[in-house]
Structure formats: C-alpha cells, structure tokens
C-alpha cells in the first residue's frame, strides 16, 4: 500500500511538469508538448535545428537542439527564481530513459553536475538567471567533432 502511495505522488509529480523535453523526441513530438515556437534556427548541412518555447503554464523558457532529427540537447532557463529539487527530479526522470541518474560532486558551487550511462545534466546559475542542461553523448561527440573542424580551419 505504502509503495502505490508513492508511486501516485511520483506520476503525479512528474505529470504537474508537462512542458519538461524529453531527450529523443522529435520537432513534432516537440511542438506538441510546447505549442507555438519563439523560434527556430535551421543549421545547414549538419542538420542542427534549435527552437525556443515558452510553454505555457510555466515559468521557464526551453531551448531543443535536434540532431539528425532527434532532440539531443534541452535547455531549460528563467530568471529570477531557482530550480527547485521536485523541478530537477521531474526533468531528470523525464530525460532517463530507463538509466539512473548519478550527481556527480564539483569545486564550484554555482553548479550541480548528474550523469548516467547516456547523458550529462548541469544545473547552472548566475546573477539571478538559472540554467538546467541536458545533453546526451551524441551531442558531445557532434560538438567535439565540430570544435576540431573548426580549428582546423585556423
């Protein structure tokens, strides 16, 4: 009984954070979940596009990278007000995809690290503005990828 207790108060918790991306989801998945875009940059032969939400119902603006056509990276930022800890569990729980979440300790104290077997997730903040990354593997290696091409070029 104790454990479909908490198990009602987990979904609950976690469907109260709908506008919360999920890593793999498509533009379509994406533009259901959030409505209208803010806006949409389209990158050229790497297929990179980024959109922008305001979802309405909350008080953070989301960023997607979508890779290949696959969201890859999500950036959830406001200002003004933390990211409280039922905030960060939903948004890790959405982004899991089966894998369990570890933070991972660091020396600065404006930032939290987590990490399982597929992905990193920052929690950032400065000057009253608070960021919550999300990237997967993918996304290091294509930004890796990229950094080396473009020094390359120097």
Not at 35 to 40: C, E, H, M, R, T
Not at 110 to 127: H, Q
């Amino acid at each position: 009984m104790r454990h479909l207790l908490l198990f009602t108060i987990l979904v609950l918790l976690i469907s109260s954070f709908p506008a919360f991306a999920r890593i793999g989801e498509t533009e379509a998945q994406c533009n259901i979940r959030y409505g209208l875009q803010i806006s949409a940059i389209k990158k050229g032969k790497d297929k990179i596009i980024t959109y922008r939400f305001k979802p309405n119902g909350t008080n953070f603006n989301v960023e997607v990278h979508l890779l290949a056509g696959k969201v890859e990276s999500i950036i959830y930022s406001r200002k003004s007000l933390p990211i409280d800890s039922s905030e960060i569990n939903a948004i890790l729980n959405a982004n899991s995809r089966g894998n369990y979440w570890k933070e991972v300790k660091v020396a600065n104290s404006r930032i939290r690290l987590w990490k399982c077997s597929n992905a990193t997730a920052l929690l950032m903040s400065s000057g009253g503005n608070y960021v919550f990354l999300i990237k997967t593997k993918v996304w290091d290696n294509y930004a890796k990828r990229k950094q080396n091409n473009d020094l390359k070029g120097l």
